[in-house]
């Protein structure tokens, strides 16, 4: 019988490295559709969704226990800060002067450098109401972490209404010129098992970011039109990561950023509008990506390898999943044509993600 108000519980999970205490929350929808969240890296653990018939299994991937999430991993489902995605050579000059950034990636500093928000046990407090189930994380970054300037106060919202949505909605000010950019880095399975490769994907972009060797971009945003990159109408996941194309090859898949339709060069966040589909074979699931961002970054597992395995000792393989990054564009802190990621004092960065499930409903949830 389904629940008829969203509900949240609580257990413990286990101590992070630092020694404090991680905790697991809950959050239920009386859809069916539930989220779990942990305190250490504010980590999507799980994400239980019923299919057309009913039947409901977790559809991001995740580990076990703190000590293989606090390993050097993947981000599964990790919050990332305080810049997604890369920032070349891990420097940047904000206000004429330059600060560096610790390099964890080939040479370049990825998801906020080797202490980022992914490795921090964040504040927790459960909020419900009549239609929705939320969990508010909350989180103090002092200046000069990890070489950013100013410090930083973050709040995370996840949250699931009546209607099944998980919604991802972040909150961050500063007492100095800064560079923020938040996501989550969920890996999406939407059939619960196997591989990805069945999946169809769409994406609202008429361009994207292609990247060098080391997945900095090369420059100015390319035409999608007659490429793999072309995901303005569905297509097969198996089918674009085989092509032979220079950028697929040189990823081994998608990790690139898709410039999302209607993203323009003014800071701040747009408009909360669709920037993506994805559909399990024969549509049993199917997932809406909703979002305020100017960019989504699309992940297809490419560096899987099937060392990690979940609790159900199921190896997370290569195009196991695929991860749907809102976020602003990598190395935008160095790039003065793509949107700012420039916060300043005063002024709070403001960003939204929705995860609708129209399957549930029967058709297309409405925005």
Known sequence: MLRSRPTVRHRPFGTAPSGEDVGLWRLESPSGVYAEILTYGGVLHALGVPDTRGETANVVLSLPTVDQYAGKGPYLGALIGRYAN???????????????VPVNDRGHALHGGPGGFDTRVWAATPVLGDDTAALRLALRSPDGDMGFPGALDVTVTYAVDAAGTLSFTCAATT???TVVSLTNHAYFNLAGAGD?????????????????????????????????????SPRLLGECVRAADEQIILAGGYDHCWALSGTGPEPGPGPLRHAARLAAPAESRVMEVWTTAPGLQVYTANQLDGSLS????????????????????????????YPSAVLRPGATAHRR??????????DAQVG
């Open 196 to 232: 990805v490769l069945g999946h169809t994907l769409q994406v609202d972009a008429a361009a994207c970011l292609p990247v060098d060797a080391d997945g900095i971009p090369l420059g100015p945003l390319r035409d999608v039109a007659d490429t793999p990159f072309d995901l303005t």
């Open 353 to 362: 993600t929705e995860f609708r499930f129209p399957h549930l409903a029967g």
């Open 175 to 177: 007492d100095r010129p």
């Open 310 to 337: 979940d609790g159900t000792g199921r190896a997370l393989e290569r195009h196991g999943a695929v991860c749907l990054e809102t976020q602003h564009f990598p190395d935008a802190p160095n790039r003065a044509e």
């Open 86 to 100: 890369r920032i070349a050579h891990g420097r940047f000059t904000l206000d004429g002067t330059t600060y560096r």
